[in-house]
């Protein structure tokens, strides 16, 4: 295996063709790249993306009739990077040609990267040994000199698993561009396959945090410059690793010439059989999806979803010139094999039905954790539980927990009784803690790719924050779910309308959890109004720290978590967002109010003027 970052009209830096002399991570498969006459080709790629430093097992529920054939709402255990690297193995035991691949954005989202910095995610990659791993956007979200660090875990064992992206140039002489190489070509079966890795540039560029010296070239003229490259080298079999998502997928495939396979990233995508939606999991396409070059010659196109909940498992095979001539496959769903309905253990006939579902649906997967990957994991994990009882800050006051301001509605939702429930503020104002989460995503926002406002309804907050100590796990238990941070693009208007739907549903919805609290924007409440009159005198509060009136026609990135970006608590005004004005910025929302308390160690409850309900009148 040879990995290569080859001069082009493209370049830069004046690079020139480099060979890094890369151990092969795929054993005995790979031998030299020398360029025999070409021959059919039988290859099976394994491949996940996104799995975004989750490593434990997580739940999910689906759909599943028991012994008696009624439907059930089953909970079982889903994923795990254990189950991952058990899936691997198996897969891979049948067949004799396999790549292994991991299409990026391998890190942060959970706890072990925080407490790790990514060394937790490199020895379990490593317990699958991958081939190949792309360059995700977040990858670069401690900077290069983080992404360095990440790549040094990586390379730490013995796989050296080559880092790709053909569209990234670090600056000349940095410790960046000697890690990362365009391509890498890999013995299967007595031929070269090329395997080339590409970045999504915009998103990176300005929602990451790449050294500014660091050049994110056009991906579909990168990737073109690779694919002739390698086709000179006489490599006509050739796999593009796209951290660039799904929809972006479809259109590049379409402009290149000479790609054969696109495993992609990024958009957290399911792909698979229309029946899985029976099961509760409903997919965006076709597992592959079929596609064509710019030459008409056919192209593949997969993804392997989000968190290491699953694997792709795809078979291709080329004809002599390098040609696709059948591709075919599934997403292998990984489940355990424990069976919860209403709370309560299966009965063994229903688990036994259930698990007989699973087995013939042919895209799930019950596997048992590898023994090997869970003892790697072990001490992370360990330390990953202990820093739960770190403190993270200081709350120099009770920050009190109030979903809705005023004296009749959500009036005793404080654990701290009347000390918060009868406080002035908070009764004037709402809650200090959801607050200052707003505040806390606004500021995760401007760091990562710019934000003029935020917004987090109020019962997406759990918990009071008393006054002392601030622990990392009490931070995860004020904000307990599977969120991530979502950016909407929009007007000052439907920023007004998002308000007035969620006081709305106050009144006439979801109830209290769906008050608005906003980070650098204020306004005035009056629940006597009719909807559209109820919020009003919305004022921006500018870089200076002035406030000034929102302009209805100018336009507005906006920070929101993932639920209320979809419509949640009837934030209808959100859900119609066209998808090309919504970015899931794929941060977890508990990781963005951890880094605000580091940041801010000593929080306090947040001045009157700073709040974004100013006033707020009750109905009689």
Known sequence: MTSHRPRTALTTLAAACCALGLAACGGSNSTDDSAPSSQPLDLTILHI???????????????????????????????????????????????ANVLKL???????????????????????????????????????????????KFIDFLRGGACKTPVLSANIRPAAGSPLASRIADYTVIQRGG???????????????????????TVFLDEATAAQAAIDALRAQGVNKIVLMSHLGYDADKALAPRLSGVDVIVGGDSHTLLGPAGMAAYGLTPSGAYPTAATDKDGRPVCIAQAWQYAYAVGALDVKFDAAGVVTSCSGAPQVLVGDTYKVAGATAAAADASAFRS?????????????????????????????????????????????????????????????????KDATVIAQGGDIQQLVADAFLAQGQRFGGADISLQNAGGVRIDLAAGNVTVGKIYTLLPFKNTLYRLVLTGAQVKSALEDGIDSVINGTGSGAYPYTGGLRFRVDMNQVKGSRVTNLELRTATGAWVPLDPAARYKLITNNFTADGGDKYDTFKAIPAAQREDTFLDYADSFLQYVRNTPTLTKPAAGERSTVSYIETP
């Open 357 to 421: 579902q699973l087995d013939a649906s042919g895209v799930f997967r019950t596997t048992t954790p590898s023994a090997t990957a869970s003892a790697v994991l072990a001490p992370f994990k360990a330390a990953k539980d202990a820093l739960g009882t770190q403190v993270a800050g200081i709350a120099a006051d009770n920050l009190c927990l109030r979903r809705v301001p005023g004296t009749k509605r959500d009036t005793s939702r404080s654990s701290l009784g009347d000390v918060c429930n």
């Open 102 to 148: 991991h299409a990026g954005d391998a890190i942060t989202g959970d706890l072990y990267f925080t407490q790790s910095e990514g060394e937790a995610d490199a020895a379990m990659m490593n317990t699958v040994c991958f081939d190949a791993f792309t360059l995700g956007n977040h990858e670069f979200d401690s900077a290069n000199a983080g992404l360095v």
């Open 191 to 213: 031929q070269p396959v090329g395997v080339i890795g590409l970045t999504v540039k915009d998103k990176t560029q300005f929602a990451s945090r790449p050294d500014a010296g």
């Open 49 to 95: 993306n996104d799995h975004h430093s989750h490593l434990d097992a997580e739940t999910t529920t689906l759909t599943l009739k028991d012994a008696a054939g009624a439907s059930k709402s089953v909970t079982v255990d889903l994923g795990g990077f254990a189950r991952v690297t058990a899936a691997f193995e198996q897969l891979a035991a049948s067949k």
